[in-house]
T-cell receptor, first 117, second 112 residues
Framework: GAVVSQHPSWVICKSGTSVKIECRSL??????MFWYRQFPKQSLMLMAT?????????EQGVEKDKFLINHASLTLSTLTVTSAHPEDSSFYIC?????????????FGEGSRLTVL | GQQLNQSPQSMFIQEGEDVSMNCTSS?????WLWYKQEPGEGPVLLIA?????ELTSNGRLTAQFGITRKDSFLNISASIPSDVGIYFC????????????FGTGTRLQVTL
């Protein structure tokens, strides 16, 4: 099956610093990737849709200046949490679909746990 | 954002028992997906359903896409300890570039 990898798996940072999380599709090209956020014991909430070569589309209520998304290649999307604060602490998960496939199976990364002190 | 209603919220069962969980929506979806998530990991796809009324199996797992396109269920037969985890349903509309709406999750605990 398709493999999506995230890095880092976990990160601890000081309040006010910026943190970058990478999402890579390892064995396929992904023109579209998605970034989700998950709080403890809750479901996944879509933050934004990342499109290769164009600007990301953010869901309502998600600050685009706070969560910078870059999809510079067909295999890599990055999420940067800028000026992080403790309330940004969460589990961030990316997912990707194969090139030219618009419906069906989405494959998820392992997730990245961010803790802001 | 929108979430699908999933029930039960949690289940505590004995090894060997069968499990059933379902997911309902006020909106129609064209695809239903079932995922399992273990602590500290991303969701792993279990079953994908593409057609209303479709019944699909994957080993001990069976899932059905409701006729109304507003619901789906997942059954696990003869549960084993490694079935422990959180199960999420997810609905997908065609034409939305695979954007998923997730259910609230069912936490499954299996005791020996």
């Amino acid at each position: 099956g398709a493999v999506v990898s995230q890095h880092p798996s976990w990160v601890i940072c000081k309040s006010g610093t910026s943190v970058k999380i990478e999402c890579r599709s390892l064995d396929f090209q992904a023109t579209t990737m998605f970034w989700y956020r998950q709080f403890p014991k809750q479901s996944l909430m879509l933050m934004a849709t990342s499109n290769e070569g164009s600007k990301a589309t953010y869901e309502q209520g998600v600050e685009k200046d706070k969560f910078l998304i870059n999809h510079a290649s067909l295999t890599l999307s990055t999420l940067t949490v800028t000026s992080a604060h403790p309330e940004d602490s969460s589990f961030y998960i990316c997912s990707a679909i194969r090139d030219r496939v618009l419906t069906g199976e989405l494959f998820f990364g392992e997730g990245s746990r961010l803790t802001v002190l | 954002g929108q979430q699908l209603n999933q029930s039960p919220q949690s289940m505590f069962i004995q090894e060997g028992e069968d499990v059933s969980m379902n997911c309902t929506s006020s909106s129609i979806f064209n695809t239903w997906l079932w995922y399992k998530q273990e602590p500290g990991e991303g969701p792993v796809l279990l079953i994908a359903l593409y057609k209303a009324g479709e019944l699909t199996s994957n080993g001990r797992l069976t899932a059905q896409f409701g006729i109304t396109r507003k619901d789906s269920f997942l059954n696990i037969s003869a549960s084993i300890p490694s079935d422990v985890g959180i199960y999420f349903c997810a609905g997908q509309l065609s034409g939305t570039a695979s954007k998923l709406t997730f259910g609230t999750g069912t936490r499954l605990q299996v005791t020996l």
